[in-house]
């Protein structure tokens, strides 16, 4: 967590966005897509109590977060565009580093990956997608030293964290991702029926029919009366007849290809002529 005061420029001199001065310091954390990435990568290099002029180009200013516009404020922002460069004067008020997975004891670590996961579910709600999935990697993985209690409470946290990041990656569409993310829930719980339907998903939209059709129907012995299970094997049911007949058309046009291929040479054969050797 950091403490800043920032003022921040138009290249014309006007000022869009003034935050930390009056209403108090302005705090945000590092590496979590709070703010632009210009801004972030300069705080990064800074000591507490120093002043930095910045320069942010339009990519860093902008770019594709969907947070790159967080700071703008209407009475501020008229003139600007998505191409301008920015200026900002920082002045890093302070900052408290965030203890690493070595630095805690066994119920921080289970405290820490709670909280991971209910920012992770806070974020996913409201459509913040991509800070969800970083939230949800950042649980902590199994600890030696966990107690019985421990294990159990990290296993738990492992699975939930595992299966909500899987979902964030349906929605990015990176569906390897998803698979693999089901995949690890899996082996800690074979017949988790989430984990079993979102790889399905995954296995849909990577055309992997056949391993849709295995977890489809896995999943539907575990919980026969799940309306979203038999939601998805209609959905699967469509994809296998439109790629089914993907394939007739396909493999149609290649016979009636070698088909014309063969009927040409035929023709090719019979307007030679024979020619006999006379010297026979």
Not at 54 to 62: D, G, L
Not at 98 to 105: A, Y
Not at 155 to 164: G, M, R, S
Not at 229 to 239: A, N, S
């Amino acid at each position: 967590m950091v403490q800043v005061k920032l003022i921040g420029k138009l290249e014309d001199g006007m000022i869009f966005v003034k935050k930390g001065h009056d209403e108090g310091s302005f705090e945000f954390k590092v590496d979590e897509g709070q703010v632009i990435d210009g801004l972030e990568k300069t705080v990064k290099t800074m000591k507490k109590g120093e002043h930095a002029l910045t320069t942010i180009q339009p990519e860093y200013a902008f770019g594709s977060s969907e947070y790159s516009t967080v700071y703008y404020e209407p009475e501020y922002a008229f003139g600007s565009s998505e191409y301008s460069t920015v200026y900002y004067e920082v002045e890093l008020v302070s900052f408290v580093k965030e203890k690493e997975s070595w630095e805690m004891n066994a119920p921080e670590k289970i405290e820490a990956s709670g909280k991971k996961k209910e920012e992770g579910n806070v974020l996913f709600t409201a459509g913040n997608i991509e800070r969800a999935s970083k939230r949800m990697r950042r649980y902590i993985e199994h600890d030696y030293s966990f107690n019985h209690e421990e294990q159990q409470q990290s296993k738990l946290l492992k699975v939930t964290c595992n299966l909500n990041n899987a979902a964030c990656q349906l929605k990015l569409k990176d569906y390897k991702q998803a698979e693999e993310l089901c995949t690890k829930v899996l082996e800690l719980e074979s017949r988790n029926v989430k984990a079993l339907y979102r790889r399905a998903q995954a296995y849909i939209q990577l055309v992997d029919l056949d391993l849709a059709e295995a977890d489809i129907k896995k999943a539907l012995e575990i919980d026969p009366g799940n309306r979203e299970l038999k939601m998805g094997c209609r959905v699967l049911k469509e994809k296998m007849r439109e790629y089914k007949k993907k394939d007739a058309q396909f493999y149609g046009n290649i016979f009636a290809k070698m088909n014309l291929q063969q009927a040409n040479a035929a023709k090719q054969e019979q307007r030679t002529p024979m020619i006999i050797d006379n010297k026979a």
